[in-house]
């Protein structure tokens, strides 16, 4: 059995950058017509550095979630919504291929609308695990 708390020998920690990393949002009207385009994220500059912890904080609303959500996968435009991304993201040096993101990153978005304010964490948990023990 493999020591899962040591690091592989192969495995080089690196840095994530977002260099002037954005994310704007142009949205179609039903005629067609192009509305004007709203700035989700201005841009970013920072690093995530490996073995250190890394936080990203703000207010409700703020573009977290759209931060987490355009580096872990590309954003789908559709008929009536356009991204527009801006920036870069590096891998250390290096600009990485859209199928390495994905095969490296990853996010799990909260639903709000499944929490009960009233509740604690523990609370929560519990509750959400008696909706799935069988009868």
Known sequence: ?????????????ISVTLDSYSLAIQKRS???RK????????????TFEPGLLNVIMGPSGSGK?????????????????????????????????ASVISSVASSVSQDDDALI???????????????????
């Open 1 to 13: 059995m493999q020591n899962v708390s040591r690091p592989h020998p192969d495995v080089r920690p």
């Open 30 to 32: 039903l005629t067609g």
């Open 35 to 46: 509305s004007i385009k709203v700035s989700v994220l201005k841009p970013i500059n920072t």
């Open 65 to 97: 979630t759209s931060l987490l959500n355009m580096m872990a996968r590309p954003l789908p435009s559709r008929i009536g919504t356009q991204y527009e991304l801006g920036g870069r993201v590096l891998f250390g040096a290096a600009i990485p291929s």
């Open 117 to 135: 304010p009233t509740l604690t964490v523990r609370e929560t948990l519990h509750f959400a695990a008696g909706l799935r023990l069988p009868i």
